[in-house]
Nanobody, 118 residues
C-alpha cells in the first residue's frame, strides 16, 4: 500500500484560505481514487472531496464552491485548496488513496489539523 503524508494545515481566521498537500510514497498514476476526509472532535470521519477515475471529481455539499481538489501526477501530490473557510471546517483532514472499487484497500495518511477561528 502507498504511504501518504499530509501537510499544510494550521490556524486561519474565518474567511481565509489554506492549501493542503498529500505526498505519496510512489507514483500516484495507479491510484484511481484520491480523496480528502475530515474528522472534527466528537464527530465521525466525513467525506470532503475526491478525484476518481470512475466518478470524476466530487465534493461534499458543505464545501462545494469553496474547496478545490486537484492532483499532480508528476509530483505524486494531491491538493485541497480551501477558500472562504468557516469555523465549522475545523477538523483533522486526512488523505485517502487507492482502488476506487475497493475502499478497504485504500491507504490513509496521519492527518493534518485545520483550525478556523472566528
Amino acid at each position: 500500500q502507498v504511504q501518504l503524508v499530509e501537510s499544510g494545515g494550521g490556524l486561519v481566521q474565518a474567511g481565509g484560505s489554506l492549501k493542503l498537500s498529500c505526498a505519496a510514497s510512489g507514483s500516484i498514476l495507479r491510484l484511481d481514487f484520491m480523496g480528502w476526509y475530515r474528522q472534527a472532535p466528537g464527530n465521525q470521519r466525513e467525506f470532503v472531496a475526491a478525484i476518481s477515475s470512475r466518478t470524476g471529481t466530487n465534493y461534499a455539499d458543505s464545501v462545494r464552491g469553496r474547496f478545490t481538489i486537484s492532483r499532480d501526477n508528476a509530483k505524486n501530490l494531491l491538493y485541497l485548496q480551501m477558500n472562504s473557510l468557516k469555523p465549522e471546517d475545523t477538523a483533522v483532514y486526512y488523505c485517502n488513496a487507492g482502488p476506487s472499487s475497493l475502499p478497504s484497500r485504500r491507504s490513509w495518511g496521519q492527518g493534518t489539523q485545520v483550525t478556523v477561528s472566528t
